[in-house]
């Protein structure tokens, strides 16, 4: 008999679906960097397709993509500086089914709803996609409750760039620029309505890889859930952004 608030709700929806999804992936990836952890030059390109149905078993259907490109280049100012960069775009959309239920006066009524499952649906913000923002949240405002609690959409775009420069020995300083949004229709993605912000962080080359801080401002802070968000956001992590 626990109670379960609708933001509880939705993060268990997201990681345990309570519809069943039967689907096929497909993912073409090419990949020319000198280095997976901490890349300094190269290129890692990836193009990623989903095709769920109903006739494979599953209850709901619908299309997904997600497309990436990310570059490294080394600049003629130094040793290891570095210009990187990254662009994504997801794009997905549910197919119509039929779900029959009861209005307050007890009669049936048939709806032919199109929303992906929250497991599948994009989201934006945190220290691999927008820094300076609280994970997920990011987003356009029917993607978001009003409590502030995102609840993801159906496109998605991530345009990030960052400039690495050695500082000494093992450490490194990083300055960064993230722009992005998430859309809750493939067809209402604007990008005069991507959200923005800039920042630096530390690098360490550890013995087990990368280690990063990076501090984050927004460029246009919202009222989310009736409060406005805060200036800036700090995160700690191993491994590049990107």
């Known amino acids: 008999d626990e109670a379960l608030t609708e933001e509880e709700q939705a993060t268990i929806d997201r990681a345990f679906p309570r519809l069943r999804l039967s689907a096929f992936t497909g993912t073409l990836v090419r990949d020319t960097r000198d280095d997976a952890l901490d890349a300094t030059r190269g290129y890692f390109m990836s193009a ?16 997904k993509s997600y497309l990436q490109a990310q570059g490294y280049r080394r600049l003629p100012l130094g040793d290891r500086v570095v210009l990187a960069g990254r662009i994504a775009v997801g794009l997905a959309d549910g197919f119509p089914r039929e779900v029959t239920d009861l209005d307050p006066n007890g009669n049936p009524t048939t709806e032919f709803p199109e929303e992906l499952p929250a497991s599948e649906r994009f989201f934006a913000g945190g220290d691999t996609t927008m820094r300076g923002f609280r994970l997920d949240s990011v987003g356009a405002p029917n993607t978001i409750t009003v409590n502030g609690f995102p609840i993801g959409g159906n496109g998605l775009v991530l345009l990030n760039g960052e400039l690495r420069v050695p500082v000494w020995k093992d450490v490194g300083a990083a300055f960064f620029v993230d722009a992005g949004n998430v859309f809750e229709r493939v067809t209402q993605i604007d990008l005069g309505e991507l959200r923005g912000s800039i920042g630096l962080g530390l690098r360490y080359r550890s013995p087990a890889g990368p280690l990063r801080f990076d501090l984050g401002f927004k460029l246009d802070r919202r009222v989310i859930g009736g409060e406005l968000e805060d200036r800036h956001g700090f995160h700690f992590s191993f491994g590049q952004a990107f």
Do not use: S
């Open 48 to 63: 990623e397709g989903t095709l769920a149905a109903r006739a494979l078993g599953g209850q709901v259907g619908f299309v």
